[in-house]
């Protein structure tokens, strides 16, 4: 089946620090990418949307000049955390949808990144 | 009112036991609906798509209810290996941007 790709599954940094995560669609375009968070028995929330060559959407209540976006390309989004605070700390999932066979749109997770600020 | 909820549980039951989870959206104009299951520290896993008819896969059942805006999880002679987080996720708008409840926590025991 599909697979995406996140990079680094896990992240220890020093609070004021940037830590930039990866996700990639191994097999397949992705035409639109999401990044969500979800805290310790909380639900995943989405913080944004990644189209490929544009600016990405944020949804309400996310800084977008502290959660950094750029879809350079059809298979990768990279979400930068500026100046991570601890509590940024948390669990990192993206997505991404594209078509991987005939009438088969759909989304597809990574594996997270967690993330911990000291 | 959250725009999807969901019984966080845990629900306990025995291995073989029949046991159903409820999500409630509050957006009629929803359009898609999914069962996620999610293990510890992991990423969500597509379980499956509801569909309005209902649809059914293996010991899983999932239904729609558009009436009282809610959909259904109904997993048959549960296994230890279903002990799981079960997500729903909602999308509103055809875009993807997918809402999703808290989980209900399931615990099959021996």
């Known amino acids: 089946g599909a697979v995406v790709s996140q990079h680094p599954s896990w992240v220890i940094c020093k609070s004021g620090t940037s830590v930039k995560i990866e996700c990639r669609s191994l097999?397949?375009?992705?035409?639109?990418m999401f990044w969500y968070r979800q805290f310790p028995k909380q639900s995943l929330m989405l913080m944004a949307t990644?189209?490929?060559?544009?600016?990405?959407?944020?949804e309400q209540g996310v800084e977008k000049d502290k959660f950094l976006i750029n879809h350079a390309s059809l298979t990768l989004s990279t979400l930068t955390v500026t100046s991570a605070h601890p509590e940024d700390s948390s669990f990192y999932i993206c997505?991404?949808?594209?078509?991987?066979?005939?009438?088969?749109?759909?989304?597809?997770f990574g594996p997270g990144t967690r993330l911990t600020v000291l | 009112r959250k725009e999807v909820e969901q019984d966080p549980g845990p629900f306990n039951v025995p291995e073989g036991a029949t046991v159903a989870f409820n999500c409630t959206y509050s957006?009629?104009?929803?359009?898609?609906f999914f069962w996620y299951r999610q293990d510890c520290r992991k990423e969500p896993k597509l379980l499956m798509s509801?569909?309005?008819s209902g649809n059914e896969d293996g010991r899983f059942t999932a239904q729609l209810n558009r009436a009282s805006q809610y959909i259904s999880l109904l997993i048959r002679d549960s296994k230890l290996s279903d002990s799981a987080t079960y997500l729903c996720?909602?999308?509103?708008?055809?875009?993807?941007?997918?809402?999703f409840g808290t989980g209900t926590r399931l615990k099959v025991l021996a």
């Open positions: 997505s991404a949808r594209g078509r991987t066979g005939p009438g088969t749109d759909t989304q597809y």
């Open positions: 097999d397949f375009q992705a035409t639109t």
């Open positions: 990644s189209n490929e060559g544009s600016k990405a959407t944020y």
């Open positions: 957006n009629s104009a929803s359009q898609s």
């Open positions: 509801v569909y309005s």
């Open positions: 996720a909602v999308d509103n708008s055809g875009t993807y941007k997918y809402i």
